[in-house]
Structures are given as C-alpha cells and as structure tokens.
C-alpha cells in the first residue's frame, strides 16, 4: 500500500468518465498501444491518449466504450503522438490492461467521487 494522502490530495486528481469516439493502432510507440480520443463533455471536451491495452482490446472493440481518465495531468509527448489524459485500468494476472470503466451508462465528464 502506498503512502497516507489526505482528502484534499484526492481532491487534487480529476477522474472524469469518457466515450471513446476515435481508435486507431499506434504502430510507432514502443510498446504496443493504441491511440484513443475521447468525448469527456462540455466542460473538458474531447482529448486524446494512447494506452498500452492491446492485449484485451482492438481498435474497433473500444469505440463508444466508456472509459475513466484522470484528465488534469499536463500533455506528454509519446513518440509522434501527444497524449492529453491518462486512461485507467488495473492488471490482469498476467500484467496485462484491464480498463476501469463504470458498469452503467453515466453521463460523459462525470467526476469521480
């Protein structure tokens, strides 16, 4: 388990939800990765990402999915590629990305709480 953080540092990390609207494969990364962009609602609009979650998912299996992205990280150069939000998901027993996504359907920029 990690350090201790208090309230106000979770507070500090903005968890939005998003519907993926755009993937495609990113052959030049180095790892395998596929490149995402995705619809988080007015208020932060459409951002784009690539995550190494080839394992478990396709390009075409990802569009209109529903994603958790923490999105007030700053942008970060991958490659050719600059990537706005870090997508979540956890390990499978093999490492392996298992995205974190919401089991109904909720609204697109919802923040986690």
């Given amino acids: 388990m990690s350090d201790p953080i208090s309230f106000d540092d979770f507070l500090a990390v903005d968890i939005r939800v998003g519907t993926v609207l755009r993937a495609e494969p990113f052959p030049e990364a180095r790892k395998p990765a596929i ?17 190494q979650i080839t394992v478990h998912y396709t390009p075409e299996t990802l569009i209109g999915q529903q994603v958790m992205a923490v999105v007030n990280f700053p942008p970060r150069q991958i490659g050719p590629f600059m990537s706005e939000v870090l997508v979540l998901g956890f390990p499978d027993e093999n490492g392996a990305v298992v995205l974190a996504q919401p089991n109904l359907s909720v609204p697109n920029g919802g923040r986690m709480h």
């Fill in 35 to 51: 490149k995402l962009w995705i619809d988080f609602g007015p208020d932060v609009g459409e951002k784009k990402t690539s995550a």
